[in-house]
């Protein structure tokens, strides 16, 4: 039985792609390019809320990216990239897990979204929301000065779950990451890691490693800039 990834371009989704390379899983993956901004109609077909990422194990398919996470780590990882009760880091490597869907990236789609409603950035709301981004990125910053991986002195899955805040995401909520030099030297270290070089290779082979991990954002798709532009958010 093979292990099926339905990957949508640029996306959440290469945190699940990512996780399989570094598992050495093998598995099977279905990408989706973007038609031109949105998942085309083939991928919203996977699942009633058009969610990407989308695994497929047998007769179970899932959405949610953590959950797929999840899912990949107890029945396909043997132990590997996830700490349990009794480590010295468990709790941190549950907080960063948790940190990066349940904190990070909704304050960046939030500000994303508020950045093409045309509000002034005076705005109170802006403000505040632009604020707390910054906050959560230098918290996120004086950790990475203390240890090398989110979890502690393991690479974990919470580092999996993180990175694509960091990353990919930058393609459609930009943000520059100049004045963070431990975040910077953290991806460096994850740009090192063969499983991630393969993963944006296969996942997303018009980004460059070298793009992704850099100070300034990675460059959007030319066909998605293009789509936005013409609607008048950008």
């Known amino acids: 039985m093979t292990l099926t990834v339905h990957h949508l371009g640029i996306s959440q989704s290469d945190r699940v792609v990512w996780l399989c390379e570094e598992l050495d899983i093998d598995y099977e993956l279905k990408k989706y390019d973007r038609a031109p901004?949105?998942?085309?109609?083939?991928?919203?077909a996977l699942h009633p809320l058009g969610s990407a990422p989308v695994i497929e194990d047998g007769d179970v398919k899932i959405a949610e990216s953590g959950a797929c996470v999840e899912y990949i780590l107890q029945t396909w990882g043997n132990g590997k990239l996830a700490l349990s009760p009794g480590d010295k880091d468990y709790s941190e490597y549950l907080y960063w897990f948790h940190f990066a869907n349940g904190t990070l990236q909704p304050t960046l789609f939030l500000n994303m979204s508020m950045s093409r409603t045309g509000l002034d950035e005076?705005?109170?709301?802006?403000?505040?929301h632009k604020a707390r981004q910054i906050q959560l990125i230098e918290y996120m910053d004086r950790r990475l000065s203390n240890v090398p991986w989110l979890a502690g002195e393991q690479f974990t899955a919470a580092d999996v779950m993180?990175?694509?805040?960091?990353?990919?995401?930058?393609?459609?909520?930009?943000?520059?990451?100049?004045?963070?030099?431990?975040?910077?030297s953290y991806l460096k270290r994850?740009?090192?890691?063969?499983?991630y070089k393969r993963a944006v290779q296969k996942g997303d082979p018009d980004l460059s490693v070298d793009q992704l991990i850099g100070a300034t954002p990675p460059p959007m798709q030319k066909a998605v800039a293009?789509?936005?532009?013409?609607?008048?958010?950008?």
Do not use: H, W
């Open 37 to 44: 901004i949105m998942a085309p109609d083939e991928y919203k």
């Open 122 to 128: 005076a705005n109170p709301s802006v403000k505040y």
């Open 162 to 184: 993180n990175v694509c805040c960091l990353t990919t995401m930058r393609c459609f909520a930009p943000y520059d990451l100049g004045a963070y030099p431990n975040i910077l």
């Open 190 to 195: 994850v740009a090192t890691r063969d499983g």
């Open 226 to 234: 293009a789509a936005i532009q013409a609607r008048g958010r950008l």
